[in-house]
């Protein structure tokens, strides 16, 4: 039975949480019938160089939840500081997350990948490990493509961008601020 102090800890604990800016993915998966799902996820982290893993976690309630462990791999893709329309559209309750937006199908897996995105990865799931109401999915990198670009930032449950000035030739710092 909870008790009050561990409903304060869990707004505490959110709130420490949304301090934590991280970066901003759309995690993509495919059903048993071939449809495509995508949700936006912040809980995503390298885990390994050798063998390249990474991690996300991953909601128990999620509609992707089940398709993730189903299809056995996983696109993510790393979005760019313009693609908070895509991040926002990625969590929104619709049905299909991906319409109107432009992705390919991952070569490795067939899972979508988003055009603009910083960075893409393919994963194929290797364990699922279940983690209070979440679940941790292990994944291992089959492919990655990355092109230059700022990241979209996600930070106190607002988007934002960096804002880097470029430091000149022998200058060494450089102003980093979140909007
Ligand atoms: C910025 C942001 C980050 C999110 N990160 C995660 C995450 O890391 N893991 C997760 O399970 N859901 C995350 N969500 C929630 C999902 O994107 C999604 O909205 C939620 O799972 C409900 O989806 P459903 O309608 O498909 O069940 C995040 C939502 C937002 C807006």
Redesign the pocket.
């Known amino acids: 039975m909870p008790r009050a102090d561990d409903f304060r800890a869990a707004d505490d604990f959110r709130a420490a949480m949304a301090s934590f800016a991280s970066g901003?993915t759309i995690v993509t998966t495919l059903e048993s019938d071939g449809s495509r799902l995508a949700?936006?996820?912040?809980?995503?982290t390298a885990v390994s160089l050798e063998p390249p893993l990474c991690l996300?976690?991953?909601?128990r309630?999620?509609?992707?939840h089940a398709p993730l462990l189903q299809h056995g791999s996983f696109g993510v893709s790393i979005l760019a500081a313009e693609q908070e329309p895509v991040?926002a559209q990625?969590?929104a309750?619709i049905r299909d997350r991906l319409a109107g937006l432009r992705w390919r199908p991952g070569a490795r897996t067939g899972c979508p990948l988003l055009s603009g995105a910083l960075a893409v990865l393919e994963c194929q799931l290797v364990e699922a490990h279940p983690a209070g109401d979440?679940d941790i999915l292990l994944g291992q990198i089959e492919s990655v493509q990355v092109r230059e670009g700022n990241p979209l930032l996600?930070w106190r449950t607002r988007y934002g961008a960096l804002r880097a000035v470029a430091a000149e030739p022998g200058q060494p710092t450089a102003e980093r601020r979140v909007n």
Do not use: G, L, S
């Open positions: 901003v949700m936006t996820a912040t809980a995503f996300v976690c991953v909601d309630r999620a509609r992707a991040a990625c969590a309750p979440h996600y």
